[in-house]
C-alpha cells in the first residue's frame, strides 16, 4: 500500500524569499525557488496527517485542499515549526471532534504553553479542541500509518524525526547517533535538513546532508529547510549526486507505506 507524501514548505525559519533580501534567490521569478516554512502531508486510503503546523499553515491547508485532517505529529517546539496550530480550529468545526496531537515531553509542554487557553479549565467558544499525546522513542500508530521516532540533535535540543514504511523525515538536526541511524537505514526514500553550502551551529550543511545519505545507502533523497543561502534551486540540483535532489513546495512523491 502506498503513502503520498506532499511537500507543504521547504524553507527555512524565514521562508524564501526572506523579508527585506535583495538576494538573487529571493527576486527569482522561479516558483521553486518560493518556500514557505518546513512540513509535510502524508495521505494513504483512509489517514491524512501533517507533520508540524507552521505559520503559513493555514495556507498550506488552503493550497492544498485538505478539507479532512486526522492528526499533527510534531517534531520539536521552535515556533516556525508549531505556531500555526491555533488555525486547527477549523477542522475541530467541521469535524466535530478534538484534533489529536503526538509530540515529545518538550514539545508537549512548549504547545500547552503556548496555546495555553486551549488548556484552560474555562474555555473560550471557538478556541482550538486538542488531544495531546505525549510521545518518547516508542513506535505509534495514526490510522493505518505506523511511525517509528528517531531521536535526533539540533545542536542541544531534542528532535524527533519519523519513519513510516519506507520513507523517513527528519528536518532541523545537524546529530544523529549511531544507534538512531539504523532506524533510518533501508529507507527507500529520506528527507533530511539541508540548510546551506556553508557550516552551521544547528543544521546539516548541504554536503553533510549528502554525506549522510551516502553513508546510508538511501535510494531516493530529498533536502529540505532550505535557507536563501543555499543558492538558486535549478543551479544547486545540476550539482548533486544521482538520487538526490532540493525538494520544493508543491512536490509529491509516492512511498511504500509498510517497510
Do not use: W
Request: aromatic share 8%.
Amino acid at each position: 500500500m502506498s503513502l503520498s507524501v506532499e511537500f507543504l514548505g521547504t524553507g527555512t525559519s524565514g521562508g524564501v524569499p526572506m523579508i527585506a533580501c535583495k538576494c538573487q534567490v529571493c527576486q527569482s521569478i522561479d516558483k521553486k525557488d518560493k518556500r514557505l516554512r518546513s512540513s509535510v502531508l502524508l495521505r494513504s486510503a483512509s489517514t491524512t496527517i501533517v507533520i508540524d503546523t507552521t505559520p503559513d499553515f493555514r495556507y498550506q491547508m488552503l493550497r492544498s485542499s485538505v478539507d479532512h485532517l486526522d492528526a499533527v505529529v510534531f517534531t520539536h517546539s521552535h515556533k516556525d515549526h508549531i505556531a500555526g496550530l491555533d488555525d486547527i480550529r477549523a477542522y475541530n468545526f467541521f469535524s466535530q471532534r478534538p484534533m489529536h496531537l503526538f509530540a515529545n515531553e518538550e514539545t508537549a509542554h512548549a504547545v500547552k504553553r503556548d496555546f495555553y487557553y486551549a488548556f484552560s479549565e474555562k474555555k473560550y467558544p471557538g478556541i482550538p479542541e486538542l488531544d495531546l499525546h505525549v510521545i518518547d522513542d516508542q513506535p505509534f500508530s495514526v490510522g493505518d500509518l505506523h511511525f517509528i521516532p528517531i531521536q535526533v540533535r539540533h545542536l542541544h535540543m531534542g528532535v524527533t524525526g519519523y519513519r513510516i514504511g519506507d520513507f523517513t523525515y527528519i528536518t532541523d538536526a545537524n546529530f544523529i547517533e549511531a544507534s538512531e541511524k539504523e532506524k533510518i537505514r533501508g529507507s527507500e526514500v529520506l528527507v533530511i535538513n539541508a540548510l546551506r553550502q556553508e557550516k552551521h551551529i544547528s543544521h546539516f550543511t548541504l554536503q553533510e546532508a549528502i554525506a549522510l545519505a551516502s553513508e546510508l545507502n538511501v535510494p531516493q533523497t530529498y533536502f529540505t529547510h532550505i535557507s536563501h543561502q543555499m543558492g538558486l534551486h535549478q543551479a544547486v540540483n545540476q550539482t548533486l549526486p544521482k538520487g538526490m535532489q532540493l525538494a520544493h513546495d508543491g512536490l509529491i512523491i509516492s512511498v511504500n507505506k509498510t517497510a
